[in-house]
């Protein structure tokens, strides 16, 4: 895994969260795609559960606030994970929000510390 990067995707075309692997066993991960570029990241179960439910109050508290915003819509089909997953790093910590300016939510990822080599 890397160990500095830094990936800025002004707008997505889909995030996925998934795991591979049997239960028990599983490795999550949460992979973003912009055009040709695709990120993915070890995350955990947990941190998984907790960013569904925070998608869900944010979207719920945009609808209140702004009626005027264009609903969320679900895909038909939801996105797999692509292949080969080749993570970047294990968030440490996830962070939600949304650019009213830019009409945008914003996801921020930082890595767990890496013990020096």
Do not use: W
């Not at 995030?15 to 028990?24: C, F, K, L, S």
Request: aromatic residues 6%; glycine residues 6%.
């Amino acid at each position: 895994m890397d160990q500095h990067f830094t990936y800025d995707f002004e707008s997505v075309t889909h995030i996925v969260a998934d795991a591979v692997g049997q239960p028990g066993r599983r490795t999550f991960f949460l992979q973003a795609r912009q055009g040709r570029q695709v990120a993915s990241l070890i995350v955990e179960k947990q941190q998984v559960a907790a960013l569904a439910a925070s998608v869900l109050q944010l979207l719920d508290e945009l609808e209140s606030q702004h009626p005027d915003l264009d609903p969320a819509v679900s895909p038909k089909q939801l996105p797999r994970l692509e292949e080969p997953i080749v993570p970047a790093f294990r968030v440490g910590q996830l962070g939600l929000g949304y650019d009213e300016g830019q009409d945008l939510m914003v996801l921020m990822a930082q890595g767990l510390p890496t013990e020096p080599t």
